[in-house]
């Protein structure tokens, strides 16, 4: 089992910058699949960001496209997200999110960390 913890949200300004931490601990990190999603009030939970077991390939929501950078460094068993050009529209809770494979979905989940920008 693989324990998520999110780190780094906070209040900016719109433009600014702000960098998302997602560290695991259990399991066999490198093996996972780690997401970002994000919630905002009276929303469903979207997708944000991907990226595979060793970091090869990265996918992204087209509202973030050029403006987020997903990383991950399987030594520290940490997944950043670096987000750039931050919009009022960004505004919500982060969520990290880990998956064996695509198919078998996203079993696990940390508990999110809020962004708030304001405009």
């Known amino acids: 089992q693989v324990q998520l913890v999110e780190s780094g949200g906070g209040l900016v300004q719109a433009g600014d910058s702000l960098r998302l931490s997602c560290a695991a601990s259990?399991?066999?990190?490198?093996?996972?699949?780690i997401a970002w999603f994000r919630q905002a009030p009276g929303k469903e939970r979207e997708f944000v960001a991907r990226?595979?077991?060793?970091?090869?390939?990265?996918s992204y929501a087209d509202s973030v496209k050029g403006r987020f950078t997903i990383s991950r460094d399987n030594t520290k068993n940490t997944v950043d997200l670096q987000m750039n050009s931050l919009k009022s529209e960004d505004t919500a809770v982060y969520y990290c999110g880990a998956a064996p494979s695509l198919v078998a979905g996203w079993r696990y989940w940390g508990q999110g960390t809020q962004v708030t920008v304001s405009a």
């Open positions: 990226i595979t077991e060793t970091g090869a390939r990265t």
């Open positions: 259990g399991g066999t990190f490198s093996r996972y699949l």
